[in-house]
């Protein structure tokens, strides 16, 4: 990993990752590049011509969105799991491990850790996002308004939950075009509107055969700016609620790649994250 010598750059930098970790991503604005699996249709764009789906068939007189329960219903209560994390971003290259906690609608919680020593714990809830970096000894303790600037994009826990339990976001109108081809389904709208912000986006989501999201690219009309996600390898445990074995997201700044491993249902974890007196609060001037 290349060694940052500004501590405000690697403090900007490593919230920045975090976010991206507990949150959507950095976005990008240049074409993305997928990476080609035979489980889904795969799309270089978010912008699909119609005759790129010529031969599949339109389901949406037999399946309407509220049909598929699997992208906003959450069968559980509580969800954790562990995981390593691969990425790049901005040149910069490496590798951090993730404890991430769940409780649906309440909270969430976020260890990262290298070689076993925690560097940074987060808490997010509905009303404020908690950043404590014990490497650094410092601090973050507010809204998602500075999130919102270093990102440039409205966000909110909800949004967070959804990304990172294979979830469609929520906020947005449900008037997809529906239609299914050899064994998966695709939902598109080019202009879904969302229902309190006024930013309308572009997105297409592709599903597996179990209804399952695999695919979900978005674009922010107005600002042109892309994230491509993917779920791959969705495993049932024996309590019967599925999920993934490994997220990536991709954008022009950083390309992630998380592989998870022990992903627990309904077992509590921890979602404590205190300041210690003595450290101090990061106040960060983002670019206009």
């Not at 714990?121 to 999130?147: A, D, H, S």
């Not at 075009?177 to 930013?199: P, T, W």
């Not at 993917?230 to 999920?243: I, L």
Request: glycine content about 4%.
């Amino acid at each position: 990993m290349t060694i940052l010598t500004s501590p405000l750059k690697r403090n900007s930098i490593t919230l920045i990752i975090t976010t991206w970790l507990v949150m959507i991503a950095f976005w990008g604005c240049s074409p993305l590049k997928r990476t080609t699996d035979s489980s889904y249709m795969s799309t270089d764009t978010i912008r699909v011509k119609s005759d790129s789906l010529k031969d599949a068939q339109t389901v949406e007189n037999h399946i309407k969105y509220s049909d598929l329960t699997n992208l906003f219903t959450y069968p559980y209560d509580w969800i954790s799991y562990r995981g390593k994390a691969e990425y790049t971003f901005e040149g910069n290259e490496g590798t951090i491990s993730i404890f991430f906690v769940n409780r649906i609608d309440s909270i969430i919680y976020v260890n990262l850790n290298l070689s076993g020593i925690e560097i940074v714990r987060v808490t997010i809830t509905p009303q404020e996002l908690v950043y404590v970096n014990k490497l650094n000894k410092t601090y973050y303790q507010g809204g998602f308004f500075l999130i919102e600037k270093l990102l440039k994009l409205p966000l909110d826990f909800y949004t967070i939950q959804a990304v990172f339990n294979g979830k469609d976001i929520p906020g947005y109108d449900t008037l997809f075009a529906i239609s299914a081809q050899d064994s998966i389904m695709v939902l598109e709208n080019q202009n879904r509107r969302s229902l309190d912000r006024g930013r309308p986006i572009a997105q297409k989501m592709i599903l597996d055969q179990a209804l399952n999201l695999i695919a979900n690219d978005i674009l922010f009309n107005a600002d042109n700016r892309k994230i491509a996600l993917q779920y791959n390898t969705y495993t049932t445990d024996p309590s019967g609620f599925s999920f993934f074995d490994n997220l990536t997201f991709q954008t022009e700044e950083l390309e992630l790649d998380l592989k998870l491993k022990n992903v627990r249902f309904n077992i509590p974890g921890p979602t404590s994250n205190k300041i210690p007196s003595s450290f101090t609060p990061l106040i960060f001037q983002p670019k206009p």
